[in-house]
């Protein structure tokens, strides 16, 4: 069983609303030092299987096919191994 | 400026109905190696200041007014020094 990492983030550029909003929101809480708020996802997907190479291709497969979208995001797949 | 890392994910034994949606897409995409998917979110917030100890402190006060649910969520806050 491998475990991967996907992180997936708004391009440079691309502009984060719900960012802002958490910046806005946690300067009216008397956070005045916050200068800027940038928000990511990740997900953490178990895979069967070994071949690390394999699973690495799948999820960027997975990133093209459903979890990013291409014009707005990037994405960082790091694959870690479980010990089982 | 300091940059903090903030990860915020649903404790231990807490449904991912997310997760689960995903897991099921992904599936049904012929993605069947995947046995598991897990939600996350990341904040990347600058800060104002230098002091990394007093950064923390601020973050975990954030994490607990705003950006986290003490009920359902646990976070992991990384403080990262910006070269400029």
């Given at each position: ?73 990037d994405y ?9």
């Amino acid at each position: 069983m491998l475990k991967a990492r996907v992180e997936i983030k708004l391009k440079k550029g691309i502009v984060d609303p719900e960012g802002k909003n958490i910046k806005k929101a946690l300067n009216l809480l008397q956070f005045n030092e916050v200068k800027n708020v940038k928000v990511a996802k990740v997900f953490e997907i178990e895979i069967e299987g070994d071949d690390e190479e394999k699973a690495r291709d799948r999820i960027e497969a997975m990133c093209r096919r459903l979890l990013a979208n291409p014009v707005i995001n990037d994405y960082k797949i790091d694959i870690i191994r479980e010990n089982d």
